[in-house]
C-alpha cells in the first residue's frame, strides 16, 4: 500500500522524473537524495508505476498492482526492507541487467537505501553505470549522499527530495487517517519529513511527552523545583532523548514568539508559547538552546540520564536568571 501518494506526487523530485518519462528522455541512472527514508521507498513505487501505467500512475489499475506487489517481469525493487547490500546483491542486479525487457521495452532497477552499498559494492555498479544500457534504468535511493562514491554520483541524475512543508504533512496524515491534533503536533515536530511524522504520529505517548515538557519551561521557577521534576516520566532514560527534541522545538518557537510570530511552528501551542516566552528573554533562550545541544552530546557518552537531565534544568534556572 503507497503512503502519502498525493504529496509525494506533488513533490519537486517526483515531477522532474516525470517530465523525463513524459518526454521520453529517462536517465540511465538517477541518484534520489533524502534522509526521509520511508518518502523515498514510496516514491520510487510510484515512479514505477508512473513509468508503465496508462493513467499516470493512478496506482489502482491492473499494471500499478502487479508493479506494487512485485509482479511486473521489468520492475526490480531491490533491498527494499533497507538492509546493508553486498557485492553479492549488485553482482546479481548487473547480472539481471544484461537480460532483454520481458513485458515493455524499459527495466527499470529501484535500489533502496543504496547509501548502504560499501566501496566494493559500488565499485561493482560503477562499471554498469559507466556503460549503460539504451533499455535500463537505475533509481539509487540515498540518504546520506556523502557515503556515495565520487565516481558513482558522476555517472547518475542527481534529484532532491525536498524536505515538505507543514501544511502538506499533516494533510497526508489526516488522509492516511490520523485524527488531526496529532496529525498537526506531529507535523509540527517531523522537520518535514514524511516518516518521522508518521512515527510521532503513532507514539501514543507523545502527546503527553509534549505537554510534559511545556510543563517543564511553564513551571520550572527555583533549583527547589528541579528534584521534582526529574521524576517526570519524560526525564527518564528512555524518553530524555525525546525530550531534548520537543525543548529545541519549544524553545525554538518561543524565539519565534519573542521575534517574528509567523515562525511558530507549532501552531497548537502558540498561545501558551507566547506567555511562557515573557519569563524567557532571547538571550537566555539562544543559550537554553546551546545548552539542550551540550547536554544531547553527553547523553551518547555519559551513562547517567538523571546526571544530563538535573545539569539541564539547573542549567536553564541559571541562565533564565543571568540573562534576564
Ligand atoms: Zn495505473
Not at 503507497?2 to 541512472?29: Q, V
Not at 529501484?110 to 559500488?122: E, G, H, L, T
Request: overall charge negative.
Amino acid at each position: 500500500m503507497i503512503e502519502f501518494a498525493d504529496a509525494l506526487k506533488s513533490s519537486r523530485a517526483y515531477n522532474l522524473i516525470k517530465h523525463d518519462i513524459d518526454t521520453g528522455n529517462l536517465s540511465h541512472a538517477y541518484m534520489v537524495i533524502s534522509p526521509d527514508t520511508l518518502a523515498l521507498n514510496n516514491l520510487f513505487e510510484i515512479v514505477a508505476c508512473a513509468v508503465y501505467c496508462k493513467d499516470d500512475a493512478c496506482l489502482a489499475c491492473t499494471t500499478c498492482h502487479r508493479i506494487l506487489h512485485g509482479n511486473h517481469a521489468d520492475v526490480k525493487f531491490i533491498n527494499s526492507d533497507n538492509k546493508n547490500l553486498k557485492v553479492e546483491d549488485v553482482e546479481s542486479l548487473i547480472d539481471d541487467t544484461g537480460t532483454r525487457p520481458f513485458e515493455s521495452d524499459h527495466k527499470l532497477y529501484f535500489v533502496f537505501s543504496a547509501d548502504k552499498m560499501n566501496a566494493a559494492a559500488q565499485n561493482k555498479l560503477l562499471k554498469t553505470l559507466e556503460e549503460p544500457q539504451k533499455t535500463v534504468t537505475i533509481f539509487l535511493g540515498v540518504s546520506r549522499e556523502s557515503a556515495m562514491l565520487d565516481t558513482v554520483k558522476s555517472r547518475t541524475k542527481k534529484i532532491t527530495l525536498d524536505r515538505f512543508s507543514q501544511e502538506d504533512i499533516s494533510s497526508a496524515l489526516k488522509e492516511e487517517g490520523f485524527p488531526s491534533d496529532s496529525a498537526e503536533t506531529a507535523a509540527a515536530c517531523a522537520d518535514g519529513m514524511l516518516g518521522r511524522a508518521k512515527e510521532i504520529a503513532e507514539d501514543k505517548s507523545f502527546a503527553e511527552n509534549y505537554a510534559q515538557t511545556v510543563n517543564v519551561f511553564k513551571n520550572l521557577k527555583k533549583s527547589g523545583d528541579v528534584a521534582s521534576f526529574l521524576n517526570e516520566k519524560v526525564l527518564d532514560k528512555e524518553r530524555l532523548p525525546v525530550f531534548l527534541d520537543i525543548a529545541s522545538l519549544i524553545v525554538r518557537d518561543m524565539m519565534a514568539a519573542k521575534t517574528d510570530e509567523r515562525l511558530i511552528t507549532n501552531r497548537r501551542t502558540a498561545e501558551e508559547v507566547k506567555e511562557m516566552s515573557r519569563e524567557y528573554s532571547l538571550l537566555a533562550l539562544s543559550n537554553i538552546l546551546y545548552l539542550i545541544n551540550e547536554e544531547r552530546k553527553k547523553l551518547n557518552v555519559y551513562v547517567s540520564s538523571v546526571g544530563v537531565a538535573e545539569n539541564l534544568l539547573l542549567g536553564i534556572l541559571e541562565v533564565k536568571y543571568k540573562c534576564r
